[in-house]
């Protein structure tokens, strides 16, 4: 399993300003994910971090928006920058642990933003 | 475009009855399904999965369900017990392009277990 940890837990912000959610593992993992949840909906896929690499975003999430840090195997960032209330959401980071079909993915306790 | 559909946004049962939640889905590329978990204030927590190849897993009192003729599963929980009280995502799996698992999820369904 892995134990994930996310600062901070909750914030409210003001439009037009940048946010940076950090995103800590207690093990060493190769792939890191961004998730977000907008109220009622489902967990979207923001984007993929591979400690070394540059993030691979989902459709519809580009870099200048949610600009991803991932220095080392145990740790990223993910900046909500220039927000708008539509922004307003939960936003999860995750790993993978285990290998082949079966693994799964583990989530962190979330962040909640709200932009006003 | 929802490729994961939970129709029922909540659901309720007594405690001790069976509580089922559905899951439909659209891809036919998806070949791994999976059920989280979730509490308030917590991220989702991994609960049972199955492959494609399969139409039925196991795990103590949860039980899933694959039908992919119709593309369409179902978690069983049995007896239902007032700690299952939760929102419950159903997730379908494709290999990405850089081999992990590139998780699609539907909504979600709150489960409330009656005493």
């Known amino acids: 399993s892995a134990v994930i940890s996310q600062k901070p837990s909750r914030d409210i912000c003001q439009r037009g300003t940048s946010l940076t959610i950090q995103c800590q593992v207690d093990s060493q993992v190769t792939m890191m994910f961004w998730y977000r949840q907008q109220p009622g909906q489902s967990l979207t896929l923001i984007a993929t971090a591979n400690q070394g690499s540059e993030a691979t975003y989902e459709s519809g999430f580009v870099i200048d928006k949610f600009p991803i840090s991932r220095p080392n195997l145990t740790f990223s960032t993910l900046t909500v920058s220039n927000m708008s209330p539509e922004d307003s959401s939960i936003y999860l980071c995750?790993?993978?642990?285990?290998?082949?079909?079966?693994?799964?993915?583990?989530f962190g306790p979330g962040t909640r933003l709200t932009v006003t | 475009d929802q490729q994961v559909k939970q129709n029922s946004p909540s659901l309720s049962v007594q405690e001790g009855r069976i509580s089922i939640l559905n899951c439909d889905y659209t891809n036919s590329m998806f070949d791994y399904f999976l059920w989280y978990k979730k509490y308030p204030a917590e991220g989702p927590t991994f609960l049972i999965s199955i492959s494609s190849i399969k139409d039925k897993n196991e795990d103590g009192r949860f039980t899933v369900f694959l039908n992919k003729s119709a593309k369409h599963l179902s978690l069983h929980i049995v007896p239902s017990q007032p700690g299952d009280s939760a929102v419950y995502f159903c997730a379908a799996s494709a290999r990405s392009n850089f081999g992990n698992e590139k998780l699609t999820f539907g909504t979600g369904t709150r489960l409330t277990i009656i005493p």
């Open positions: 995750s790993v993978e642990k285990g290998a082949g079909r079966g693994y799964e993915q583990y």
